[in-house]
């Protein structure tokens, strides 16, 4: 058996303890203050003399030495198990970005006719980490390591990425060959110079974007255990063709293509919770007023849903995709009804001498925000559809309109301050009111991503309406459209 003396015991103490306390587990004072390490040495010495007090200490002392050995064993084994915990713990009121470095990817193969395509790839991902606000992209300007370099751990240098500053290492290679791409990415932990996760995609090579957003949302679902949004989509109306048309692009402002081609009005694109199909709103009806279509993109059918005389708009899906809500006029007032898939009326949610409009259920759909100016201005409510009771739940300001309702319980709406109009969230219950943009031109048509962390919109910062996105909590506000014209009113929806 070793020899059990205060020195030893501070060491295996230290081995213990200090991988805890590197990886955060423990504080520094737990670290001194766990176990044995809170034993005074002079009583340690005292129970291991076996001159002192007989067999008894020397039998207490040799089960603690057990105890202890065990409990090291224990915690080594931990190391391995607490190096594949979350690192961004993204329900956080505040959480830190982490800085990454992304080299160019590496031509793994012997075609070498595409170089550009090393810089597009780490571009996409790169760009993707950016968007999410949970990461910060280090100047390829300032990495050390020579171009091309190896993609195995064993073969990187790592003092030359902490010292710059990289947190966490991003290498990624690929093979051409023909039309067909295949594309492996590494992520590597700095500090502890290990590799976190390793994965490839496969696929076209025009379709090289798709390949790298999904190995971006890989990227996050490892590191935030929650699914990334880098293959959802929106669809938006835009102006590029001199009227106003719906459109759909990836979320990051890419691969846009038209949806309809009514060459007339077309309005409030809405995205089933499947993402198969669209309803909107358009005016290719000569003389009438707005109708509402459902445009089905799996098989490309266009029916319409509603064609009464008045107002047909502002539809919004239920949760399960089998009814939508929206406000129509055909009984005199704008009130808000239900309607299933063939256009039938179901219900009729809100009846009331005010305009009653923009419907949108919540999340498990017992209850709906809508907007009212029943109060003498717009105004948002909150409908309880079982019982039918009303209650108020904007009161700041006089003018509160477009409430969206996200998938983690939160709502989103355009208010009007200082002049111009600006997106705030609130609970359900009309508190915790928080205000997302501000001096920037005017921001409307809030939606959510469909995991409920981000937000889409439309703003006039630049002098022209671009759809832009940002975080739930306002940060990493990112214009995403550059098409000729101005896109408003978008809708965000899944892959």
Not at 45 to 69: A, C, D, K, V, W
Not at 99 to 105: E, G, H, S
Not at 147 to 158: E, M, P, R, V
Not at 456 to 478: D, E, L, V
């Amino acid at each position: 058996m070793p020899s059990l003396t205060p020195r030893s015991l501070r060491r295996w103490s230290d081995q213990i303890h200090s991988p805890l306390f590197r990886k955060g587990i423990i504080s520094a004072r737990m670290r001194w203050k766990s176990g044995l390490t809170s034993v005074s040495w002079k009583k340690i010495e005292r129970l291991h003399n076996p001159n002192f007090g007989g067999g008894y200490q020397m039998r207490r002392t040799r089960f603690l030495l057990r105890r202890f050995i065990a409990c090291a064993l224990l915690f080594f084994c931990l190391e391995g198990v607490t190096y594949a915990r979350i690192y961004i713990d993204i329900n956080s009121p505040s959480v830190p970005k982490f800085n990454i470095a992304i080299p160019d990817f590496k031509n793994l193969g012997r075609d070498n006719e595409r170089p550009a395509l090393s810089t597009e790839l780490s571009g996409v991902v790169s760009n993707d980490l950016d968007i999410s606000g949970y990461f910060n992209p280090l100047d390829k300007a300032a990495f050390l390591e020579e171009k091309g370099g190896s993609l195995k751990g064993k073969d990187i240098n790592f003092k030359d990425w902490s010292v710059i500053g990289a947190e966490l290492l991003l290498k990624g290679g690929y093979v051409c060959v023909g039309n067909r791409l295949e594309v492996e990415i590494r992520l590597f932990d700095v500090f502890r110079g290990r590799q976190i996760l390793g994965k490839r995609a496969f696929g076209k090579l025009k379709e090289y974007r798709h390949l790298i957003h999904r190995l971006s949302n890989e990227i996050i679902l490892k590191l935030t255990g929650h699914d990334g949004m880098f293959l959802t989509r929106l669809a938006f109306v835009g102006t590029a063709t001199g009227e106003r048309e719906i459109y759909a692009c990836d979320y990051d402002g890419h691969n846009v293509r038209p949806l309809t081609k009514d060459k007339s009005i077309a309005l409030l694109p809405r995205w089933s919770p499947d993402g198969k199909k669209i309803v909107y709103n358009s005016y290719k009806k000569k003389n009438s007023g707005p109708m509402l279509y459902l445009r089905d993109l799996v098989t490309g059918d266009l029916r319409r849903l509603s064609g009464r005389s008045g107002l047909n708009i502002g539809a919004c899906w239920a949760p399960d995709g089998k009814e939508l809500a929206l406000t129509m006029s055909h009984e005199g007032n704008p009130d808000i009804f239900t309607i299933d898939l063939q256009g039938k009326i179901l219900n009729q949610l809100v009846k009331h001498w005010g305009i009653d409009v923009s419907p949108a259920f919540s999340p498990d759909a017992t209850r709906l925000a809508f907007v009212s100016n029943r109060s003498g201005s717009p105004q948002i409510y909150l409908l309880e559809i079982s019982s039918g009771r009303v209650d108020r739940l904007t009161y700041e300001g006089k003018y509160n309109t477009s409430p969206v309702w996200s998938s983690l319980n939160r709502i989103a709406f355009v208010g009007k301050a200082n002049g111009n109009f600006d997106i705030f969230t609130l609970e359900p219950d009309g508190g915790r009111i928080k205000r997302l943009t501000a001096d920037a031109g005017d921001n409307e048509d809030p939606c959510w991503s469909p995991d409920g962390r981000y937000i889409a919109f439309s703003s006039s910062r630049t002098g022209q309406y671009h759809i832009y996105i940002m975080n739930a909590n306002g940060q990493t506000q990112r214009r995403v459209t550059f098409d000729k014209g101005k896109q408003i009113s978008p809708s965000w929806g899944p892959e």
